[in-house]
Nanobody, 125 residues
Framework: QVQLVESGGGLVQAGGSLRLSCAAS????????MGWFRQAPGKEREFVAA???????AYTDSVKGRFTISRDNAKNTAYLQMSSLKPEDTADYYC???????????????????WGQGTQVTVSS
């Protein structure tokens, strides 16, 4: 069983930056693909970014060039560096783990077996 704990959320002004962290335990982190999703009030949870266990990347179009996903296998931690934040980035952000060993990182919620509790990001205008 993999446990995931997010941290790093908060309140930031538009144009600012935040780095989210996702600490994993209970599994072989280097063999997990990691994803970040977000859910704004009244909306469905949506894909943001993912990194496969082979270091392949995927981003949703709205964050390309602004967000960077990374991982540190030695620390069992995945990161989401968010820059040039916009009010529309406001949401609860969730990290998730996919143990399927797929080479391509998945954009689909159902492919992720493990989820964190979420961290709130609020971007003021």
């Amino acid at each position: 069983q993999v446990q995931l704990v997010e941290s790093g959320g908060g309140l930031v002004q538009a144009g600012g930056s935040l780095r989210l962290s996702c600490a994993a335990s209970g599994g072989t982190f280097s063999r997990l693909s990691m994803g970040w999703f977000r859910q704004a009030p009244g909306k469905e949870r949506e894909f943001v970014a993912a990194i496969s266990w082979t270091d392949d990347y995927a981003y949703t179009d709205s964050v390309k060039g602004r967000f960077t996903i990374s991982r540190d296998n030695a620390k069992n931690t995945a990161y989401l560096q968010m820059s040039s934040l916009k009010p529309e980035d406001t949401a609860d952000y969730y990290c998730a783990a996919d143990r399927s060993l797929a080479f391509t990182p998945s954009r689909y919620l159902n492919n992720y077996a493990y989820w964190g509790q979420g961290t709130q990001v609020t971007v003021s205008s």
